[in-house]
């Protein structure tokens, strides 16, 4: 039930910035955007996420639009390693439960 | 640092055998997750845990149980395995409704 729209694959060379995009045109009041990525056989690490306001901490910057419709996440000097799959996820802030992983971006970083 | 550490990277086992997945985590976390992930599905929700002894079903129950015993450990259980459930199995862990911090993985395979 994934909420969001992104790419299929990108690609961004070394020392670039990476910007990865994604629609969540559905997205309600509550809901957060999380970004996520995972890096071949390893399991998905957590990167930013935030609710209207843009975000930054050491990984990546996250901006969301005025009307929350769709954000793109920043890596600002890509390196080699952040060659992964990056998944963008809406979701309530009232829930514990499960985080819905669509097929994400595939990121290629090149030499 | 959050920790989620899964007992085994890489699993083999054979149809009809019981097959047991541990996670354990470091951080006091009140809620655990089990999640599968097959090519082209995502990550599924096969059980998750607010609390010791305390278990729901996500959206993928059927074949599996699991065990809450203590807060740090979270089993799955394969009853009798079978090869469709030959996947890549991932861990999580949260406090409240927030971030998920995943193992690594285990990948199992079922013969």
């Known amino acids: 039930d994934a909420k969001t729209t992104q790419p299929p694959s990108m690609d961004c060379a070394e020392g670039r910035a990476a910007n990865l995009p994604c629609n969540h045109s559905t997205i309600s009041g509550n809901e957060y955007v999380y970004w996520y990525r995972q890096i071949h056989s390893q399991g998905p690490q957590y990167i930013i996420h935030g609710l209207k306001n843009n975000e930054t901490n050491e990984m990546a910057s996250l901006i969301i639009t005025e009307d929350r419709k769709s954000s793109t996440l920043i890596l600002p000097h890509a390196t080699l390693r952040d060659t992964a799959v990056y998944y963008c996820i809406v979701r309530p802030s009232n829930t514990g439960n499960q985080f819905y992983f669509g097929t994400g971006t595939s990121l290629t970083v090149i030499p | 640092d959050v920790k989620v550490t899964q007992s085994s990277r890489y699993l083999v086992k054979r149809t009809g055998e019981k097959v047991f997945l541990e996670c354990v985590q470091d951080m006091d976390h009140e809620n655990m997750f089990w999640y599968r992930q097959d090519p082209g599905l995502g990550l599924r929700l096969i059980y998750f845990?607010?609390?010791?002894?305390?278990?729901e079903k996500g959206d993928i129950p059927e074949g599996y149980s699991v065990s809450r015993e203590k807060k740090e450990r979270f089993s799955l259980i394969l009853e009798s395995a079978s090869t469709n459930q030959t996947s890549m199995y991932l861990c999580?862990?949260?406090?409240?409704?927030?971030?998920?911090?995943f193992g690594a993985g285990t990948r199992l395979s079922v013969l």
């Open positions: 999580a862990s949260s406090s409240g409704v927030n971030i998920q911090y």
């Open positions: 845990s607010y609390d010791v002894k305390m278990k």
